[in-house]
């Protein structure tokens, strides 16, 4: 069941609108790739962690929360060459 800003996932429902755009990114992203929801609610919630950390560390910078999801989906998902 893809996720949406109107219809955010339960475990992000009460984290801020940042960190839910990434929950719900990821979550559809890894399900549209995969076709299995457990494998996206495990991104997701990785995700949402790690979007929470970066967010924390990054407080004093002034980013969009699109900014930080890129940020985060190539630190964790970039091929090394």
Request: aromatic letters at 8%; proline letters at 4%; charged letters at 35%.
């Amino acid at each position: 069941m893809p996720y949406s800003k109107k219809n955010p996932p339960q475990w992000a429902s009460k984290k801020s609108d940042a960190v839910q755009k990434v929950a719900i990114e990821v979550f559809n992203s890894t399900l549209k790739e995969t076709g299995s929801e457990e494998k996206a609610r495990i991104a997701s919630l990785a995700a949402m962690k790690n979007a929470e950390e970066a967010f924390k560390k990054k407080s004093d910078v002034k980013k969009s929360a699109d900014e930080y999801l890129v940020d985060i989906l190539k630190s964790k998902y970039q091929t090394k060459e």
